[in-house]
């Protein structure tokens, strides 16, 4: 990957392209400090880094660091995986940008032995005004980049997150545009989905409630899926989704309790304060290690999801859904999905594909 000189104008840090005249013909973007749900608070840093690297090299102005920390600092923001409009839109303004890049670190793992690290990355372009456009996530283990011969593999973890912003980044819009992405679900164990008889009706903006953990594993599996889920809604064409910043921001404006000891009513308040018309709410059933269908070992996740009309209090659609990595697997036993970000990707895509359809 080819790397960008780092400048510093002012107090502005930007990274210029190789060949790059100049800042000012530039596509300018501003990166928020990744959010490491990994609880490594390091990697967040890593990541940022190597974003604002890879955007160089693919020709845009990345705004990061000083800047965009002392703006954050002003604003008292103390949440990074997403601002509401009006503070994204204030903070493009600031710094002058076309856009913003809000991510998350999903996983940042070494493994005790260090044989086989594990990076995971979810990021989203958002537009002055909000719009959502340009998202990705990716993740790897450091032996998935073992060739045939046992040679290739990863075996620190920033070397990895090079290779995982590599991929994360393809796609990138630019210049700057919205993308429309298509998914389709397939392949072994379908989501089993049911809705309601009455098409829904009314806004197509959907809240996005914290995910109930279910299971025994005490890490940041519902934090994680929803990430994830904010992404994969944020995709889809004709849906819009509250993002966690704004549903912040309204439960502190309304004085609501938390999400989770919130009442039918509180609910709805907390809904049309944001103007959404759904509510999407969910359980982890399982996420761990296990035998898959095949016999193989490998990261399972099983989700529960259901969407509730808000205006008519009741549940519109709902769906289960399971993947585990090893399903994958194929010639060679080659091929299975080795890290738990991914297979959780893989699961919500499905079960929101099967929504949509």
């Known amino acids: 990957m080819a790397t960008g000189a780092l400048v510093t104008l002012g107090s502005i840090l930007w990274l210029a392209a ?11 973007v501003a990166i928020v400090p990744f959010e490491s749900i990994s609880g490594i608070a390091e990697a967040g840093r890593a990541v940022t880094d190597q974003v604002a690297l890879a955007l160089a090299a693919s020709g845009v102005e990345a705004i990061y660091g000083e800047p965009v920390q002392e703006f954050l600092r002003e604003q008292r923001a103390r949440y990074y995986d997403s601002l509401d409009a009006g ?3 204030r903070l493009a303004r600031a710094l002058d940008v076309e856009a913003v890049l809000f991510g998350q670190v999903l996983a940042w793992d070494s493994r005790a032995n260090q044989r086989d690290p594990i990076v995971a990355i979810s990021a989203s372009l958002l ?10 996530t990716s993740a790897a283990s ?29 796609g990138f819009p630019v210049p700057l545009g919205k993308v429309r992405v298509e998914h389709s679900a397939g392949g072994l164990g379908l989501p ?8 829904p009706e009314g806004s197509r903006r959907i809240l996005v409630f914290p995910i109930e953990n279910l299971t025994e594993e005490t890490g940041p599996a519902a934090r994680v899926l929803e990430a994830v889920i904010q992404r994969r809604l944020a995709e889809r064409t004709g849906l819009e989704v509250v993002t966690p910043g704004q549903m912040r921001r309204a439960i502190v404006s309304r ?14 308040k907390l809904a049309n304060e944001v103007g959404a018309g759904y509510v999407l709410s969910g359980s982890i059933l399982s996420w761990g290690w296990t035998a898959s269908e095949r016999g193989y070992p490998g990261w399972q996740v099983e989700i529960h999801l259901e969407l509730t009309d808000v205006q008519a209090q009741r549940v519109v659609w709902t769906g289960v859904h399971r993947r ?16 738990m970000p991914a297979v959780a990707d893989r699961v919500v895509s499905e079960l929101l594909e099967a929504f949509t359809r």
């Open 192 to 199: 089993t989905v049911h809705r309601s008889g009455v098409p």
């Open 18 to 28: 190789p060949g790059a005249d100049g800042p000012e013909a530039r596509v300018r």
């Open 255 to 268: 004085s609501l309790p938390p999400p989770w000891m919130m009442t039918t009513l509180a609910i709805g």
């Open 324 to 339: 585990n990595g090893a399903d994958s697997t194929g010639f060679l036993k080659l091929g299975a999905i080795s890290t």
């Open 87 to 89: 503070t994204t839109e």
């Open 142 to 170: 450091g032996s998935e980049m073992e060739d045939s011969l046992g040679q290739g593999r990863v075996l620190e973890l920033v070397p990895l997150a090079r290779v995982v912003v590599r991929d994360l980044m393809k």
């Open 127 to 136: 537009s002055r005004t909000g719009e959502v456009l340009w998202g990705s």
